[in-house]
T-cell receptor, first 106, second 117 residues
């Protein structure tokens, strides 16, 4: 089993809608988690960090569920510019998930 | 702040040649630098962790004699792909963590696309 697993998607989301997806992890020693977004053929860019139960930044909300070992990312009021692949990673063992592709459509 | 520069951004080379990739933290000192490889539609795979002044720690399955890492200063790490072959063609990305920031955030370089003919 991979240490970090993500639903690859794609999640096709109408503009203005809400989308949420999870990332499950197997390494319970990971203390902090991060969501990055990666545009096609570009480097990952930090979106949010999650150190405790959750974090909110504008339209983005990340939740950490240690009991069930997953982190989630919710995007409200989706914009066309939110179209990207979203990668999660846990610190401790630097394993990135394969990413969840989000496609926001007009 | 927290800009990481990676150079070159694109390399095309013949099989058997060696390719050197540089990763620089431009406006901060990096405790640790990381080297990743990403194949199309796959996740970033950590190749090695590099600390200034010490030997890099390689992940299982990564040949240290094939992928030479030098971390000479707190702002520069280099990855040399020795005797590159077509199967080494990939997207190589470095990242760095700030010395003064204990939050484990990684700042990524723009990546290097290596194509070995």
């Amino acid at each position: 089993r991979k240490e970090v697993e993500q639903d690859p998607g794609p999640f096709n989301v109408p503009e203005g809608a809400t989308v949420a997806f999870n990332c499950t992890y197997s390494n319970s020693a990971s203390q902090s988690f991060f969501w990055y977004r990666q545009d096609c053929r570009k480097e990952p860019k930090l979106l949010m960090s999650v150190y405790s139960s959750g974090n909110e930044d504008g339209r983005f909300t990340a939740q950490l569920n240690r009991a069930s070992q997953y982190i989630s990312l919710l995007i409200r009021d989706s914009k066309l510019s939110d179209s990207a692949t979203y990668l999660c990673v846990g610190w401790g063992k630097l394993q990135f998930g394969a990413g969840t592709q989000v496609v926001v459509t007009p | 702040g927290a800009v990481v520069s990676q150079h070159p951004s694109w390399v095309i080379c013949k099989s058997g040649t060696s390719v050197k990739i540089e990763c620089r933290s431009l406006d901060f000192q990096a405790t640790t630098m990381f080297w990743y490889r990403q194949f199309p539609k796959q996740s970033l795979m950590l190749m090695a962790t590099s600390n200034e002044g010490s030997k890099a720690t390689y992940e299982q399955g990564v040949e240290k004699d094939k992928f030479l890492i030098n971390h000479a200063s707190l702002t520069l790490s280099t990855l040399t792909v020795t005797s590159a072959h077509p199967e080494d063609s990939s997207f190589y990305i470095c990242s760095a963590s700030r010395l003064a920031e204990a939050k484990n955030i990684q700042y990524f370089g723009a990546g290097t696309r290596l194509s070995v003919l």
